[in-house]
C-alpha cells in the first residue's frame, strides 16, 4: 500500500468517526468503526469493551515494546456550536465535526501509522496500538483496564493534538474538595464566625500559596479554585462553604506530596483529594524517540494539559496533528493536511527508531 493511499483511507474513516456519537462510555459503535478498518486490511486485533488493540505482525516478546494510543471518545458538543458537530464536512482544507481535532486525527494517523509497519520484519520495537475510550473522563475503562491485558509496555507515543511537536512531559492532576466551616444563623443576628466572611482569607491564602519546586519541562505547580458553593436562603448564613480546587502537578511532586502538603497547610477545616492517579508524566530528554523527532525538525515542549498519559506507567511522549487549543471548542476542526502530515511524521519518526 502506498502512503498517500493509506492517508485517503485514514481521512475517510476520520469522516466515519465524526459521524458516529461516541461520547465517554458510549463509544461501542466507533469500536465497531475501528474493528472494520483491521478486518478491512486482514489484521490481527482485539478488543475489550470499547477499546480495540492490536500488535504488528511479528510481534517478539523478547524485543520492548512501543505502544502508540489515542482515544475515540468524545466530550458532548457545547452550547456554541454553529453547525452540526456530527456532519463530516470538509470547507477550505477543514475537516469540521466533533471530536476530528480531539483525538480523531491523533488516532487515525496513529492507526495508519500501525497498519505501516504491521507485516514488517525486524523491528528494533514490537509496536502496540490501542484505540480506547473514557479518555475525556479519566474513567477506568479506558486505557487504565487495558494495561494488565496488553504486552508490557516499555514506551509510548500518546496522540493528542500538538501540532506534532513533542511533549516530553504532561502535568498531572489533583483535585480537592475543601471544606470552610462557620457558625450558622440568622442573617439579623451577630455572628463574629461567619463562613462566608472567613473564606475571603481562605481564597487569599490559595491565590498566594507557592508550591517552590520548579520543572524544567513544566514549570511550577499551577493552583486555582474553580468553585465555591454556600447557603440556600438570603436571611440564613450558611454553616458552611464548600471549595473545589484544580491543581495541575509538574514531575517535580507526585501526587501523594501535593496531598500531603494541602493537608498540612491549608487552612480550611477539611480538604480532601478526589483521587491521586493521574501523576505527572514525562520521557527523558534523550530518549531516541526525543532525539528522533528532533531530528526531524520538531520543538519539544512541556504540555499543561491531561492526557491518557496520566494512566502509564512507562516513559511516554505526547504527539500528535492538530491543535490543543481547538480541542472541545465549538464547530471544531482539524485540516485535512495536518492528518497526512500527522501520518508521514509519524512513519519518518518511527523509522529513525524501529529499523535504524
Known amino acids: 500500500m502506498k502512503l498517500k493511499e493509506l492517508q485517503n483511507d485514514a481521512i475517510e474513516l476520520l469522516k466515519k468517526l465524526i459521524a458516529t456519537q461516541s461520547f465517554s462510555k458510549e463509544e461501542d459503535k466507533t469500536a465497531d468503526l475501528l474493528e472494520g478498518w483491521f478486518k478491512e486490511k486482514e489484521m490481527t486485533f482485539y478488543r475489550h469493551l470499547n477499546n480495540v488493540w492490536a500488535t504488528n505482525k511479528y510481534f517478539d516478546p523478547d524485543k520492548p515494546s512501543l505502544l502508540l494510543n489515542s482515544h475515540h471518545d468524545t466530550v458532548k458538543p457545547n452550547s456554541a456550536y454553529t453547525r452540526d458537530p456530527f456532519e463530516a464536512k470538509i470547507e477550505d482544507g477543514k475537516l469540521y465535526g466533533l471530536g476530528s481535532n480531539d483525538a480523531g486525527g491523533c488516532l487515525v494517523s496513529l492507526l495508519a501509522t500501525f ?93 498566594e500559596f507557592d508550591f517552590p519546586k520548579e520543572s524544567k519541562a513544566l514549570g511550577k505547580v499551577k493552583l486555582t479554585v474553580t468553585q465555591i458553593n454556600a447557603g440556600s436562603q438570603h436571611n440564613v448564613v450558611p454553616g458552611h462553604v464548600d471549595l473545589v480546587i484544580d491543581v495541575r502537578v509538574n514531575d517535580a511532586y507526585s501526587n501523594a506530596e501535593i496531598d500531603q502538603i494541602l493537608q498540612e497547610k491549608a487552612p480550611v477545616d477539611d480538604i480532601t483529594a478526589r483521587s491521586l492517579r493521574l501523576n505527572s508524566s514525562s520521557i527523558p530528554p534523550d530518549h531516541e524517540l526525543v532525539k528522533a523527532g528532533i531530528a526531524l525538525g520538531m520543538e519539544t515542549y512541556g504540555s499543561p494539559t491531561l492526557s491518557d498519559q496520566a494512566m502509564l506507567n512507562c516513559p511516554s511522549l505526547k504527539l500528535g496533528p492538530g491543535d490543543s487549543t481547538r480541542s472541545h471548542s465549538a464547530d471544531e476542526f482539524i485540516y485535512v493536511k495536518e492528518v497526512e502530515e500527522g501520518i508521514e511524521k509519524y512513519v519518518r519518526l518511527l523509522k529513525r527508531t524501529l529499523k535504524e
Open 115 to 207: 497498519t505501516w509497519y504491521y507485516d514488517t520484519k525486524d523491528l528494533k520495537y514490537n509496536l502496540i496500538f490501542a484505540g480506547t475510550g473514557e479518555e475525556e473522563i479519566n474513567g477506568q475503562n479506558g486505557i487504565a483496564c487495558m494495561l494488565p491485558k496488553m504486552p508490557e509496555i516499555d514506551v509510548a507515543i500518546v496522540g493528542e493534538p500538538t501540532l506534532m511537536q513533542l511533549a516530553i512531559a504532561e502535568k498531572g492532576l489533583v483535585v480537592f474538595d475543601a471544606k470552610v466551616k462557620g457558625t450558622p444563623s440568622h442573617a439579623a443576628h451577630p455572628n463574629d464566625n461567619n463562613s462566608i466572611y472567613k473564606t475571603a482569607n481562605v481564597l487569599k491564602w490559595f491565590e
